[in-house]
C-alpha cells in the first residue's frame, strides 16, 4: 500500500533524459526543458518569472469591447491596422482595444448547482 | 476519534463515501468548483464554484441501525452568493467565482461564513426555522388581506412547527477595498476582525463595520515596472490574534505582527530556502510560487505548496524547512509543456489533518497525494468515477517514470492535466475528507474496521 519517498535530488537522470540523445549527460532536466522552450520562442524574455507575468496575473479578467475606446483607437490609428485581440500581452488599458470581432460569448444564465441537485453516490 | 495517533497511513484505508455532481457531459464550467471548507465541528461542509454559488451540506445524524456507516452529507442549503459585476472604467468583468470560503466559529443556532470573489467578501447567515406564525387577525393563511368587516374577534397568532427551511442571508457585503484580485480571506482568532488579501495588498476588516478597512499590508512599489513579486496568500495565527502570515511568487514567506507597527510592510520573520544557484533556470521562479499557506491546527507550523512540492516550515526556523516531500517531481521533465498550456500556473491548495501528522495536496490526472509526517510514507489516490461505488476501497495509485511501465501504473504521458486537483478539504477531527475533482466534489472516509 505505501510507497518509498523518492530522494530528492534535481540532477538525477529520469529515464525519458536518458533517451534523449542531444542533452549531455547530467543536465537538470529543468534546464532540458528550458533549451526546448528557447527553441520554441527565441524572442521570450530574459528576465525569467519576470514583470511580465506579474502584470499578467494583476489585469486577469476578461476585456469587453467598448465602443468609445474602439472608436477612439480607430481614429488614433487612421490607417494603420488595429492591434487585434489575441492571447497576448497588451496589457495597458485603452492600448489594447477588443474589436467586433473579438466579442466573447454570452455567458449563460445563472441556474442552481448540480451539487444541489440530485446526488450520485 | 483521533486521527493520526496509532494510525499509520500504511495501515489507513481510504473508502469512497459520496460523490456530487452530475456525470453527465456537458456541465458548464459554472459548475466547476472553486474552493472546498469544512466548518469548525466537520458538521457542514460547503463548496463555492465558479458560477457564484455555494452549496452547503450536512452530516445527518448517525443512524442506530447502520453503525458501520458514518452520517453522510446531505445538501443543507444553496445560494447564489455573488454575481457577476462589470468595472466600467476599464471595460473588465469581475467574475463571480468564489475564490474562497472561511467559515466563522459558531456562536449561536445560526451559521456564518465569508464568501469572496476577486472583489468583494461578504458575510453570509445560514439559519433554520421550523415554526412559523399562524392565526393572525388581518390576513388570512395564504397571506391575503381579509376584508376588516369580516372580522369580529380577536386571537393571538401562535407559532406552530413547519417543515425545516433553511435561509441564507447577506448580512455584510465588504465591498471596494480591493484594487487587485483577492486571493484569500482568514478570519482571526478573536472573531471580531478578518484580513483579506489582493495580489499587492492586505487589508484588516472588522465584521460589523462594511465600509472601512485597515490596510496593513502594502507592497506595491512607487513605480509598477520594479514589480517583482506579488502576494499569493495569507492566513491568521490559529491562535495568536496579532500574528498571519502570507506567501509569496518568489516562494517566500513573510510572518507579521500587528503589535510591531500599524503598516505590516516591516516582516517580523521571514523565511526563504536558498537556492543553489546551479540549478537556477527559466522556471525556477514559476515553479517555486507559493500557492497556499496553512498553519497547523497547534499553530506551531506552516506549510506551503508550490508547484512540485509541499514544505512544512517550523516557525522558529526561518532558513529552511523542515520537511519538503515531493508531489509529482517527474513533472520536472515537462515544464516546457505545462508552460505552454498554462499549466504551470495551476495553485494548488493543501491541507493538515485534525492532528497535523498528515498532509495532503492535489495533482493531475484526479491523484492527489498524502503524506504521513510521522512514517515519511506516502500515497497517491484518485478521485474517479470508476472506483465509485458504496465503501469501495481506493487503491493506490503509481505514476511510472520511464522505463517499463508496470500493469497499474500509469506513464507521465498519459496523465490528463485537465483533471487537476486543487482543491480539498479536510474534517477538523476525523479522518473525512472532501476532494474537489472539476465539477464533481468527492468524499472518502477512512475503513472503519
Known sequence: ?121 | MLPGIGTLIQDMLWCFCQMKGTIEFGSTEADIISTVEFNHTGELLATGDKGGRVVIFQREQESKNQVHRRGEYNVYSTFQSHEPEFDYLKSLEIEEKINKIRWLPQQNAAYFLLSTNDKTVKLWKVSERDKRPEGYNLKDEEGRLRDPSTITTLRVPVLRPMDLMVEATPRRVFANAHTYHINSISVNSDYETYMSADDLRINLWNFEITNQSFNIVDIKPANMEELTEVITAAEFHPHHCNTFVYSSSKGTIRLCDMRTSALCDRHTKFFEEPEDPSNRSFFSEIISSISDVKFSHSGRYIMTRDYLTVKVWDLNMENRPIETYQVHDYLRSKLCSLYENDCIFDKFECVWNGSDSVIMTGSYNNFFRMFDRNTKRDVTLEASRENSKPRAILKPRKVCVGGKRRKDEISVDSLDFSKKILHTAWHPSENIIAVAATNNLYIFQDKVN
Open chain 1, 1 to 121: 500500500m505505501s510507497q518509498k519517498q523518492e530522494e530528492e535530488n534535481p540532477s538525477e537522470e529520469t529515464g525519458e533524459e536518458k533517451q534523449d540523445t542531444q542533452e549531455k549527460e547530467g543536465i537538470l532536466p529543468e534546464r532540458a526543458e528550458e533549451a526546448k522552450l528557447k527553441a520554441k520562442y527565441p524572442s521570450l524574455g530574459q528576465k525569467p518569472g519576470g514583470s511580465d507575468f506579474l502584470m499578467k496575473r494583476l489585469q486577469k479578467g476578461q476585456k469587453y469591447f467598448d465602443s468609445g475606446d474602439y472608436n477612439m483607437a480607430k481614429a488614433k490609428m487612421k490607417n494603420k491596422q488595429l492591434p487585434s485581440a489575441g492571447p497576448d500581452k497588451n496589457l495597458v488599458t485603452g492600448d489594447h482595444i477588443p474589436t467586433p470581432q473579438d466579442l466573447p460569448q454570452r455567458k449563460s444564465s445563472l441556474v442552481t448547482s448540480k451539487l444541489a441537485g440530485g446526488q450520485v453516490e
